[in-house]
Each structure stands twice: as structure tokens, then as C-alpha cells.
């Protein structure tokens, strides 16, 4: 890996000790997605309560920049309240592991880093639409989560 400048030292890190790693049982919310071009597949789970996200982790096995990026986004959503996540924009995440370059240099890379936040905006959608019942509430998370890459 070395001489490839997207691994960064932060990168390789958070590979080897990953944050937030392990599984929640019965979850609020539970999402796994995959990327069968680099083989990443991660679960993530989600426990929300008075509208704010509790805990988070995840599990499964993916690359350097997908371990990299779920860890990151475990960090930074814990705590946080739903309006505020609904809302997280990917460039935040890719500017924490200095990431940004990917959008447009590597269009199979970007797939690993905004994996988990596909995964999350897909999660909390479901848990407004069918937990919730709150479509509106649900807004477009779908249409984001599908456009993301
Ligand atoms: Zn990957």
C-alpha cells in the first residue's frame, strides 16, 4: 500500500482499530449494504431515543477506506440528533480522512467511502417510512441515499 497517497496514516488506523466495531442486538435500526466491486460488507446498527442517535456500531469486513470512513461516521454521528444527521452532507465525512479528491478522481474509491452513509441515510429513512410511520418525516433521505454515488 505504500506509495498509494490515499492511505494515509489515519486511514490505515482506523483499518486496523476500527471505532464503534461490534453489533447491536435488536436495534432500532439495522441496514447492511455491500460494494461487490471491492467486496466491502458492513452492517450497521442504530439505537435512537428522544430523537437522538444513543449508540451506533457496526460490523462486517471491507477495505481500508471503507473501515476508515464507517469508523468516522460512527464518531461523528453518536449523540447527535436525527435532524442534524438527516442532514450530514458527504463532503464532512471525506474532509475528516481528507478524503474529498475521490469524488472526482476514483469513482470505484468513492463506493467505499460513502458506503456506511448509504447505509445510515437508507436506515434512518426506514426508520421514519415503516417504524415511524412518517413518510414526511422520512423526506428524501431515499433519493439522497441513492444519488450518493
Ligand atoms: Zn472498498
Redesign the pocket.
Known sequence: MSGDPIYTEMIIEYSRNPSNFGKIENPQIHRHDS?P????SIDLYVNIDDSKITEVKFDGK?????MACTSVLTEMIQGKNLDDVKNFQKDELLAELGLEHLIKTSP??I???L?SLKALKYGIYSYFAEKMNDVEAAGNLKEEAASLY
Open positions: 460494494n466491486l471491492c467486496g466491502d471491507g477495505c481500508a477506506i471503507c470505484v474509491r463506493k467505499c467511502a458506503l
